[in-house]
């Protein structure tokens, strides 16, 4: 998944479009998906969709994989959300019994409901903001936008070094199993499980002789205690992604408040 997001991020139509430009756009709409209503945050989810299958071009199919991995989390936690539990007194009037075992009682209310509903529209439109970064930016820029917002260097060299290294152990694991078949290994469920142990036990050492080969490297290299970024060449914004921004934001914030106007009534 993270060579498809890194592969994407490259080749997406919105690629040349300023990386600061993109992130501001994305952190207003992630400060109004995470405060608006539930109604406001599916009408975000829509028009990033737009914004990224057809202004950038991502195919459909990775979006929905990004957003739906990403959604397993969310239904892990369901049940927490929505099941409660309760061992003496009657169950509320809008619940409704799943199951009684000795003096506990299991049951869902509409109330819950509602709230996995909300909390599943709000991960939702949060999730496609940051899918709008992911998916349209490289992480190179990335960085570039957070050494502009006065993100420590210590910092910004730890967490280009962690990026690295993620393709590093990617690469490694990938060779390791391609390995292991090419020998009649991770055939047969047991015989796969045992593989599958001795790679993980073998696949540390051979990702940190890798990663010391990129260490010596670098210093080879003339690594002095700092990584130079190279600077980021932004072509100039389309004044229809710029009107199309404005307009959007201002027509979400007056459907927010014609919305919590209506509630207050």
């Not at 496609?128 to 917002?149: D, H, I, N, R, Y």
């Amino acid at each position: 998944m993270i060579k498809l997001i890194d592969t994407f991020s490259y080749t997406n139509r919105l690629r040349s479009v300023s990386p600061m430009w993109k992130s501001g756009f994305a952190a207003v709409l992630m400060v109004l998906s995470y405060l608006s209503h539930p109604v406001t945050q599916m009408m975000i989810v829509g028009w990033l969709f737009v914004w990224i299958t057809l202004y950038a071009r991502i195919p459909v199919k990775a979006y929905s994989l990004l957003i739906g991995a990403s959604c397993l989390f969310y239904a892990a936690s369901l049940p927490a959300i929505v099941i409660e539990f309760t061992s003496a007194g009657p169950v509320s009037p809008d619940g409704m019994i799943l199951f009684t075992f000795a003096r506990w009682t299991s049951y869902v209310t509409e109330a819950g409901i509602y709230e996995a509903g909300s909390l599943l529209a709000r991960i939702i439109a949060c999730l496609s903001c940051l899918a709008f970064v992911m998916l349209t930016t490289p992480m190179s820029e990335l960085f570039q936008v957070m050494k502009k917002w006065r993100v420590p260097s210590l910092v910004l060299e730890l967490m280009m070094i962690m990026y690295r290294f993620l393709f590093v152990l990617s690469d490694t694991a990938q060779q390791m199993y391609t390995a292991q078949r090419a020998r009649g290994g991770q055939t047969g469920f047991y015989r796969r499980l045992n593989d599958t142990a001795i790679l993980i036990v073998r696949l540390f050492g051979k990702s940190m002789h890798r990663y010391q080969g990129l260490s010596q490297g670098l210093v080879t290299r003339g690594f002095a205690d700092s990584i130079q970024m190279a600077p980021v060449q932004a072509t100039p914004l389309p004044f229809r992604y710029i009107w199309e921004s404005r307009i959007g934001v201002i027509l979400l914030l007056l459907i927010e408040l014609w919305l919590r106007w209506g509630e207050m009534l």
